[in-house]
């Protein structure tokens, strides 16, 4: 069992938007930095996300992403079949000190 | 760009070692942490260990603690994974990274007899 929770998997339509969320407590989230990240079958995470809130470079505008106290959450606008992943979130934990990740959420767009 | 090259990895035996390696380019290695993380077949990502800046402090998963070390050499812009004592449940695709840069391309590290 993870430390932050998400859902196992969301799907949503090509050209839509979707939430996937994260949530966690005062040790990780609450106190730290999330970063989140996309999997592609096969291929190594990338980094789509950290600071909470911040893109590199060449990341698309359509991946945003927002935390509010012990939660944080993913959006992608615009959804395209490339899309489909696993996507992970993360953040440090002073509790455990780990850094700990979601169980990953598997995405769909069909 | 930034880029982070791995080498090392590959299949040893119970007890064997193994020595990982990362190359980093397109970004102030020197002024980051680093980090390994692990992805054992079909299971979700964990984090193994990292280094500070300067590698004065490290930061271990508790059942690789004592059997791993990190460490980096910051002339290189290389970061380093030293595994002894390998046991089977360390199977698994080994990557270092760095939350604000990203990724390597990851090295299997199978551990069988």
């Known amino acids: 069992q993870s430390v932050l929770t998400q859902p196992p998997s969301a799907s949503e339509t090509r050209g839509q938007r979707v939430s996937i969320s994260c949530s966690g407590d005062?040790?990780?989230?609450?106190?730290?930095?999330v970063t989140w990240h996309q999997q592609l079958p096969g291929t190594a995470p990338k980094l789509l996300i950290h600071?909470?809130?911040q893109r590199p470079s060449g990341v698309p505008d359509r991946f945003s992403a927002s935390k509010s106290g012990t939660s944080a959450s993913l959006a992608i606008s615009g959804l395209q079949s490339e899309d489909e992943a696993d996507y992970y979130c993360g953040a440090w934990d002073d509790r455990l000190n780990v850094w700990v990740f979601g169980g990953g959420t598997k995405l769909t767009v069909v | 760009e930034v880029q982070l090259v791995q080498s090392g990895g590959g299949l040893v035996q119970p007890g064997g070692s193994l020595r990982l390696s990362c190359e980093t380019s397109?970004?102030?290695?020197?002024?980051?942490?680093m980090d390994w993380v692990r992805q054992a077949p079909g299971k979700g990502l964990e984090w193994v260990a990292n280094?500070?800046?300067?590698?004065?402090?490290?930061n271990y998963l508790e059942s690789v603690r004592g059997r791993f070390t990190i460490s980096r050499d910051n002339v290189k812009n290389s970061l380093n994974l030293q595994m002894n004592s390998l046991r089977v449940e360390d199977t698994a695709i080994y990557y270092c990274?760095?939350?604000?840069?990203?990724w390597g391309q990851g090295t299997l590290v199978t551990v069988s007899s």
């Open positions: 600071s909470n809130d």
């Open positions: 397109g970004f102030v290695f020197s002024s980051n942490w």
């Open positions: 005062t040790s990780n989230i609450g106190r730290h930095s």
């Open positions: 990274i760095n939350a604000r840069a990203g």
């Open positions: 280094i500070n800046e300067d590698g004065s402090v490290a």
